[in-house]
């Protein structure tokens, strides 16, 4: 199979050709119709992830038809065509057997415990659990973008954040993971602010749904959360992973306000420092949200197709692989609006 390759971090990958996967007795291989191109996968790249060895094929946002069955797979069939999440429960563990296999102790994670999806197969484990069927008529584009940016942000917005009807959730950072939030708390009544310093994906977030964006270049964001807000958001949710996006969001927010942290902060940002007395004396909530349980997918896509939810709208760039190690490089540089998917292999 073709397949995007690194053998060392920070060194540029290459687009090579390597022996197909065949499944475990409890998993499938899949044919990769399409991959997102995520900040998450830079991260790997850059050597942030511990649970990543060399070589190494990144990717974890991915759609495609089952193109083999391991043994013990009872409810899947080659040619079905699904998604995944990017967390693979193990489904043995107390996590698992309580439904939060996003969190599970032995998690496995294409693109990250194993090679990924910037590939012509991918391998998919324990797949009773936690492949998605995909809905007649969505593109396989589509439902890339699903795994890994808008199902962490349906889990941050409705089940982390619990937002409802009027309440105020400012986004900071409109990239894919924003821009999905924005449009969830949209359809679920929030009055939503978008923060970014790219007047583009600020227009794109009152395209989807913002009452109101701030300009961080030229903001104070928290003053302008407030004063928007008449007081502090209810929510409020770091979408990019940054020490001043984190502490933009946890200072906007109104007394016994929630913080949700999602933007993953490694490498140098791995300990930022926080303001425990605001935190402490305001009650303040933090939260982490980290992806979403296939088993939740259900309500997700009853919201796409009622047509409360459009994901096909985050979809940016659609790209060849060969132009995947070029993509990848760039992802610090946050340069892409809606999220870039390789559909080409």
Known sequence: MKAVLFEQFRETPKVVTLPDPTPLPHGVVLRVAATGVCRSDWHGWMGHDGDITLPHVPGHELAGVIEAVGRDVTRWRVGDAVTVPFICGCGDCGECRAGHQQVCLHQQQPGFTHWGSFAEYVAI??????????????????????????????????????????????????????????????????????????????????????????????????????????????VSLDALGHPVTMMNSILCLRPRGKHIQVGLMLGEHAAPAIPMPRIVGQEIEILGSHGMQAHRYGAMLDMVASGRLDPARLVGDRIALSDAPAALMAMDRFRSVGATVITRF
């Open 125 to 234: 484990h324990q797949a009773d659990l936690n492949l998605v069927a995909l809905p007649q008529g969505m593109d396989f584009a589509t439902a890339a973008s699903l795994g890994c940016r808008f199902a962490t942000s349906f889990r941050a917005v409705i089940d982390q954040g619990r937002v409802s009807a009027g309440q105020w959730l400012a986004v900071h950072g409109c990239g894919g993971v924003g821009l999905s939030a924005v449009m969830i708390a949209a359809a679920a009544g929030a009055n939503v602010i978008g923060v970014d310093l790219d007047p583009a994906k600020l227009a794109l977030a009152r395209d989807f749904g913002a009452v109101a964006v701030v300009d961080g270049r030229e903001a104070d964001v928290p003053c302008a959360i407030r004063d928007i807000t008449r007081g502090g958001a209810h």
